[in-house]
């Protein structure tokens, strides 16, 4: 695909330097999430506009299996997926999309590469959203296509770049630094989408590399505030790996007002990503779905099996839906102040435990009876 040059236009005047990026990026307005994109609907779920950061998923069961993927879709919506995406690798797969969609408890995008007639076709049959890179779906005509395809189904796109899929025009300019060349590319598609009347679009624009996306999204907060942005970091890696990584680029940009849709990628089993999407916007006082815990990582004061204990009450607040604070302590003089903020908690002594609530004792309990005492109160409290 033919490149038309928007740096300029993206860094407001040349090609910057990585230091002068970076120090764009520090300057960069900090705004409330959300506030400054236009709304898009996927589905029945509203995003940008104002709307909460919405948190979605990607299904990785095999395409052409039908109720393998409506399977993962239930364990996905259970865990607080609010969208999912799909891949359609071939055009053999589109009956199986299609039925998913219609069996779906979820709005279900269609990611679709390399191939326009795929993802003309998953408008018609029932995707909430398409995902297409215009870098590699064939061309300006066949983007146009695609363009029209989800005009007529009243869906959005998601135009989608990544650091691995850039335009190769672009891609070879060694004026431009990695970020540049992202913001860039999506700015130059967006122009394209906006000329043709069609503004009903999201963008991502990743990278592996976690201060590459984040100065990439602030050059695309700057350029276009208007368009909602989808955040990631792409390839984060394994559970912990991918965890840490992502945590600390959305972080930063969740921070700065930027992202009304994430991703937390990890190869791993999706309903993961759930956890930790929302284990990130709740620590950022973003959104909250359900229970914190607060736990201490124990030291040589400790007498019981605290770490033990502190995983049996994070199994058991997996199906909590109430927002409450809980603390997990390990020392019975220190605990309750350590931890007064929670709602509710229990510092542990030998062989006993306290449980309190905002640091004010409401029992005392044998340690064997510690997480039943703690969750009978959680219990009080969601029946309350």
């Known amino acids: 695909m033919e490149s038309v040059d928007v740096c300029s236009t993206v ?11 970076a120090a764009q990026g520090e300057t960069a307005q900090t705004c409330k999430p959300n506030q400054r994109t236009r709304r898009v609907m996927v589905g029945n779920v509203p995003l940008g506009g104002g709307a909460p950061c919405v948190v979605q998923s990607m299904l990785n069961a095999p395409a052409r299996d039908v109720q393998a993927n409506l399977d993962q879709i239930q364990r996905l919506a259970q865990a607080g997926c609010e969208v999912v995406r799909m891949a359609i690798p071939h055009r053999d797969c589109l ?3 299609e039925q998913v969609c219609a069996a779906s408890p979820l709005p279900v995008v269609a990611d679709v590469h390399f191939d326009s007639v795929i993802a003309m076709e998953a408008a018609k049959r029932g995707a909430a959203k398409l995902r297409i890179n215009p870098g590699n779906i064939g061309g300006w005509e066949k983007t146009d296509q695609v363009i029209e395809a989800a005009r007529a189904a009243g869906i959005p796109i998601r135009i989608g770049v990544n650091a691995g899929s850039l335009d190769q025009a672009l891609k070879s300019r060694e004026d431009l630094t990695l970020p540049e060349k992202l913001a860039a590319s999506a700015v130059e598609y967006v122009r394209h989408f906006e000329e043709r009347g069609f503004e009903d679009v999201v963008v991502s624009a990743k990278a592996h590399d976690v201060m590459t996306t984040v100065r990439t999204y602030r050059m695309l907060a700057r350029e276009i505030p208007q368009v909602p942005l989808h955040i990631g970091i792409t390839e984060a890696g394994t559970l912990f790996q991918g965890v840490v990584k992502s945590a600390s680029g959305l972080g930063i940009l969740l921070e700065e007002g930027i992202g009304d849709t ?8 999706p309903v993961q990503e759930m956890r930790a999407c929302w284990m990130l916007l709740a620590a950022l006082d973003l959104r ?15 007498q019981v099996d605290l770490i033990g204990l502190a995983k049996e ?3 058991r607040l997996s199906q909590v839906r109430v927002p409450l604070k809980v603390a997990v302590m ?5 605990g309750p102040g350590e ?3 929670a709602d ?8 006993v435990g306290v449980v309190f609530s905002h640091g004010r004792t409401i029992r005392k309990v044998e340690e064997s009876q510690i997480v039943d005492a703690l969750m009978e109160e959680v219990a009080a409290r969601q029946e309350g």
């Open 339 to 341: 931890a007064a903020d």
């Open 262 to 269: 994430m991703r937390i990628s990890l190869t791993d089993d």
């Open 11 to 21: 860094m407001g005047g040349g090609a910057a330097s990585q230091d002068n990026v």
């Open 95 to 97: 009956d199986a999309f």
């Open 344 to 351: 509710l908690g229990v510092a542990c002594g030998a062989g």
């Open 288 to 302: 909250r779905r359900g229970p914190e815990i607060i736990s201490c990582p124990t030291c040589g004061r400790c």
């Open 330 to 334: 390990g020392c019975v003089v220190n």
């Open 313 to 315: 009450v994070d199994a």
